[in-house]
């Protein structure tokens, strides 16, 4: 009689894992001069003690409150009346506006200006500009820029800005050397900067934005939010074994690689959700 040896199964289990959470708001104040784009968390024991070699960006939750219009960033504009070759310069407030609500400003603040001209909005929807009663040029400023309103060469009564994008960043970086330096794969991008980054939060809406007045897109950045992103599946990033987590430092970088300039009078914060796993 041939011997069928009984069969044994194998427990099979998923990996331990455990919650690492950040909150910017936790940070080593030095000076009592918060910082949500720069910051250190300082313990006396270390954060985690080792036993895994992964670490992966689950969620982070982003509470923006940086204006999109800033002083001495963005707040200028300038145009020059063709006939007399004058430049005026008027100055935005700092705050949040919609394409709507920035070019009524201008509207406004161009009107008290003393230019001789009448200014005024034209156009219905993608068409819409800003007009005058008599040709003039706009000189590029970094509000104009954003506007899609440079046209130094050109007179005329009327620019049309196309797709106009006052978005203070289209995305930003959440970097921690602490915890991604013993990565072997890296990070790469097509930008000239090159971070390694715990993630990337792309400043775009998941559902389809509310329209302004003039029927601009109402783009993440143009007003204070609070929202969620959850990465699935995350990045997953290499970790020694041995080695326990202690102080770190994070940075949050915009798309020029520098760290994010902080309006004190704002309380931007994040907080972040690292998971580790043992295998």
Known sequence: MEFIPAEKGQPIRQPSTANLMIDSTDQQIIGANFNPWNFQIRKDAALLNGFFTRIATTEVVLAWEEPNI?????????????????????????????????????????????????WSISGTGATTGLAATAAFTI???????????????????????????LR?????????????????VKDAATSDTQPQVLCRWYFAWDEQPYTDDYGFPILMGYTAFTARRIFNPPKQIKWRPNQPIGNL???????????????????????????VSEV
Do not use: H
Not at 168 to 183: G, H, M, W
């Open 249 to 275: 430092a994070f940075r949050v970088l915009g798309m020029d690689g520098n760290v994010l300039g902080y309006d004190s009078t704002t309380f931007s914060n994040w907080q972040m959700t690292l998971q």
């Open 70 to 118: 800033e002083t001495d960033v963005n707040d200028t504009f300038t145009v020059v009346v063709t006939s007399t070759t004058t430049s005026y310069t008027v100055t935005l407030a700092s705050g949040f506006y919609t394409v709507a609500q920035c070019l009524d400003a201008l509207v406004v603040a161009l009107n008290a200006a003393g230019t001789g001209l009448t």
């Open 168 to 184: 203070p960043y289209r995305y930003i970086d959440f970097v921690s050397a602490d915890l991604t330096y013993n990565q072997d």
């Open 139 to 165: 000189p590029s400023t970094q509000l104009a820029v954003n506007l899609r309103l440079v046209d130094p060469t050109s007179s005329t009564k009327s620019f049309v800005g196309e797709s106009p994008d």
